[in-house]
């Protein structure tokens, strides 16, 4: 592609004489798209020539810009505050919050809570039994070893947040799970987390393998 050689003293107005006639060795412009400017400083360098420009594009404001206060409109002003910004609860996944520990005066969850926790978790349904509402989850696995080992991986989880589903083992190869806040008769906030957590447990190597069809 041909290039061009351009000299640009209105760039550099206070540059000496000497220098100005060299400047069009440090730029190339392509003229195929007539943008680009790229600049040539290895070349320079390596010929010992001085470095004429410094970090291009810096330069000291001028006396106008200083009367206009430009560096208080830029987005970079040196008076910028910048904070890093902790986390607040409503903006971690359910996984990520832990169980608190709850009043038996706290009423359940109302039902649109409910039903907007109920999108954030996996395979639970609502059931209603004895006159409260529960979550429940069904896992079909290979095997009854596998269901066992399960229910083992649940307890850890339910232990580390203290609060505990109830499980069951059915023949011959189904986990059920069922949460519910017993002390407030309904669903608490910590069901759900639970729930959650409970989503992350490593199921793959437990269900039922997939058949190939030749």
Not at 8 to 20: D, G, M, V
Not at 39 to 64: E, I, K, N, V
Not at 182 to 210: W, Y
Request: hydrophobic fraction near 35%; proline fraction near 8%.
């Amino acid at each position: 592609m041909a290039t061009t050689h351009l000299s640009y003293p209105f760039l550099f107005p206070n540059l000496s004489s000497p220098y100005k006639q060299r400047l069009p060795e440090l730029f190339n412009v392509p003229t195929r798209s007539g943008l680009g400017l790229r600049l040539r400083r290895s070349r320079t360098q390596a010929m010992g020539a001085p470095d004429l420009l410094g970090d291009f594009g810096a330069r000291d404001p001028f006396p106008a810009e200083l009367e206009s206060n430009f560096g208080e409109k830029v987005v970079g002003n040196g008076n910028t505050e910048h904070k890093i910004l902790i986390p607040n609860l409503p903006a971690l996944s359910l996984a990520q919050q832990q169980c608190q520990p709850l009043s038996p005066l706290q009423p359940p969850l109302s039902d649109d809570d409910i039903q907007s926790l109920l999108r954030k978790v996996v395979g639970w349904r609502l059931i209603d039994e004895e006159g409260g509402l529960k979550l429940q989850c069904l896992w079909k696995l290979r095997d009854y070893e596998c269901g066992i080992e399960l229910i083992n991986r649940i307890y850890k989880v339910a232990a580390s947040a203290r609060h505990y589903p109830n499980l069951h083992l059915e023949q011959p190869n189904q986990v059920r799970a069922e949460l519910w806040t017993s002390s407030i008769g309904g669903l608490s906030l910590n069901d759900f987390i639970v729930a959650a957590k409970i989503d992350e447990i490593k199921t793959s190597d437990l269900v039922p393998r997939k058949r190939i069809w030749a």
